[in-house]
């Protein structure tokens, strides 16, 4: 036997030494977390390398920075001179876009659309790379000591880079959406079709599992779609570049980042994202009545009696049918004003205040959030008691109230008439409309004597 | 003649200094994982893989070779993303395979290396390939094409490393 070892010596070491290598990765590979069993090895390694990595971008980035400042400043007077003349320019500028940014944001409160977004980033420095042109991964100057987490999101302002697969307390490594490991939830922008975003051997990106019978063009625009609970929903990832039948039923979808990922310098990492709010979560802000007018379809013009009368059974029959418990709190009726708007108890109300209560299940939403049982009758009373002495109400409201004024009354009489004119519109069918139904805040506001067809 | 065939006695054996011997596989380390960052095209090199094999050839020593090798990809797989040992396994049979050669070949020949270069690149390419998706499960795919380029790319640098780290190299 020790001939046989000594014959073959080199051989039995080569064995034994490939045996210890297998058997380590035997190891990482049958427990899941071979990052943290691996983790002060590869903690020593990267400790190792990184230093000198820094202390090059540190001399490469001090190298061009006295180059740009020191050396290279001919023609800098003129150039002062020109960047004030255009500092001017866009100081104006910025005073006409801060006033659509203002009026933007008071539009975007108003409607309660708040989508996913980012509430916060790290910005970082791509100091290295993994080294191999088959995994493809970047090393970035912020660590956990910044904040920074595993599976966080890191993108640039073009679009998503990857996500942070390993975190060290200075460093972190970055597995970019090109790596062949990698996997990302994305979606066509225009046709909304959901895939795997994956990258292949040679670097590129395509999208999978997209059914061959979808259209997909080239040149759309392929976006994160969230399903990766990675990615915030809606960041640009790049465009479609080529498309051809793959395998198995699927596209073979081409997909060019929209990051430039083989030169990235500067990446900012998600830290934190805030995730969809419920509208009924901020209610101090917008008006019940005004949230209900931007859900509903206008009012067509319509004779006054038939459309009171038409809506008011209508809108009865609606809460009958829609809810039996009066006393249950109206949570759904924010996402479903228009069949589940009122309670039990509005079945029994006058058709006024049965319809009115539609735009009460509002408000009682709100007051649901503090569960508070509300009933119908309450917040129909609540909106109407609120309304004549409300100048601010919404477009569809006013104008519906305005269509329904019979002559010799007042405003204030009609205004909860024009409210079951607006709940009748789901049950009841207007009689010959004059214009086709648009959205509240499209609606223009003609004088009551045009729309009255009396 | 580019390969020539020789006797043991023939052969002459280098050894190298100590920081020579530590300081070019780090050196190649950490240019692998640094350059490409600032130029692309780099990353189709795998410096770590031709030091091996210089090495491995210089010494002509099996047991060195494998475990030069080992070494240098181990410490190259805990740069990556994928669990540790895939590149040691394959640079390691690429020391023990280059030594052996070493061993009985004498390769000083520009165009010998470029094609041993090659040769290797393509082993260390087979049993990277095979590791990956054999026992880690990986989903890689394999494109001839660029693998071929890539072994003639790297053997094209091989033969002006080579020439360089010639320099280093002590007579025993």
Do not use: C
Request: overall charge positive.
């Amino acid at each position: 036997m020790e001939s046989v070892l000594g014959r073959y010596r080199n051989l039995t070491i080569l064995v034994g030494v490939l045996f210890l290598q297998v058997l380590g990765l035997a190891v990482q590979v049958k427990r899941s977390g071979d990052a943290e069993n691996t983790r002060l090895i590869r903690i020593w390694a990267v400790g190792a390398i990184t230093p000198f990595e820094r202390g090059l971008v540190w001399v490469h980035d001090g190298s061009r920075n006295l180059w740009h400042n020191y050396f290279f400043l001919r023609g800098v007077r003129a150039e002062n001179r020109e960047l004030k003349a255009q500092i001017e320019q866009m100081r104006l500028e910025q005073v006409r876009l801060s006033e659509d940014a203002a009026q933007a944001h008071r539009l975007q409160q108003l409607l309660a659309f708040k989508e996913q977004y980012i509430a916060k980033t790290v910005a970082a420095q791509v100091i290295g790379s993994s080294g191999s042109d088959l995994s493809r991964s970047i090393y970035i100057d912020k660590g956990s000591n910044d904040g920074i987490g595993a599976d966080m999101a890191v993108i640039t302002v073009g679009g998503i880079v990857g996500k942070v697969l390993r975190v060290y307390p200075s460093t972190s490594l970055v597995l970019m959406i090109n790596d062949q490991s990698s996997g990302v939830g994305a979606m066509l922008e225009k046709s909304r079709l959901q895939g795997v975003l994956r990258g292949t051997a040679n670097g590129e990106v395509v999208l999978e599992r997209v059914m061959s019978d979808e259209q997909v063009a080239v040149g759309e625009t392929v976006l994160s779609s969230g399903g990766d609970q990675i990615f915030p929903k809606g960041l640009p990832v790049g465009t479609v570049s080529n498309v051809s039948p793959g395998r198995e039923m699927f596209l073979n979808i081409q997909v060019k980042p929209a990051a430039d990922l083989s030169r990235l310098e500067e990446v900012l990492v998600v830290t934190q994202k805030q995730e969809r709010q419920v509208i009924a979560e901020s209610p101090a802000k917008v008006r019940a009545a005004d949230i209900l007018a931007q859900r509903l379809p206008s009012v067509p013009d319509k004779p006054p009696d038939a459309g009171t009368a038409k809506s008011g059974t209508g809108a009865a029959s609606t809460s009958a049918q829609g809810s039996t418990g009066g006393a249950k709190p109206q949570t759904d009726a924010v996402h479903k004003p228009q069949t589940q708007s009122a309670g039990g108890t509005a079945a029994k109300l006058s058709p006024t205040t049965a319809t009115a209560s539609n735009a009460g299940a509002v408000d009682a939403a709100h007051k649901s959030t503090d569960n508070v049982p509300v009933t119908a009758g309450e917040t129909s009373k609540k909106v109407l008691a609120k309304t004549p002495s409300d100048s601010t109400t919404s477009g569809s409201s006013r104008s519906a109230a305005q269509t329904n004024i019979p002559p010799g009354a007042s405003s204030s009489d009609t205004r909860p008439s024009g409210a079951a004119s607006n709940s009748a519109v789901s049950t009841a069918k207007p009689p010959a409309p004059q214009s086709k139904p648009v959205s509240s805040q499209s609606l223009p506001q003609p004088p009551a004597a045009d729309d009255n067809p009396h | 003649m580019p390969i020539t065939y020789t006797s043991g006695e023939q052969i002459e054996v280098y050894r190298f200094s100590i920081p020579v011997t530590v300081g070019v596989p780090l050196l190649a380390l950490f240019l692998q994982a640094f350059v490409p960052r600032r130029v692309p095209f780099f990353s189709i090199f795998d410096l770590p893989l031709l030091v091996t094999i210089f090495f491995a050839m210089a010494r002509r020593n099996p047991i060195s070779g494998l475990f030069t090798g080992a070494a240098i990809g181990l410490v190259q797989d805990m740069l990556g993303a994928y669990p540790i040992g895939i590149y040691g396994i394959a640079k390691t049979v690429v020391g023990y395979l280059a030594s052996s050669l070493g061993a009985k070949l004498d390769v000083e020949n520009a165009g010998a290396r470029l094609l041993v270069t090659l040769g290797f690149y393509l082993v260390h390419a087979a049993v990277y390939f095979t590791v990956a998706r054999g026992m880690v499960s990986l989903t890689l795919d394999w494109s001839w094409i660029r693998g071929i380029v890539a072994g003639l790319a790297n053997g094209f640098l091989g033969v002006g490393l080579y020439f360089l780290l010639d320099k280093f190299k002590q007579r025993t």
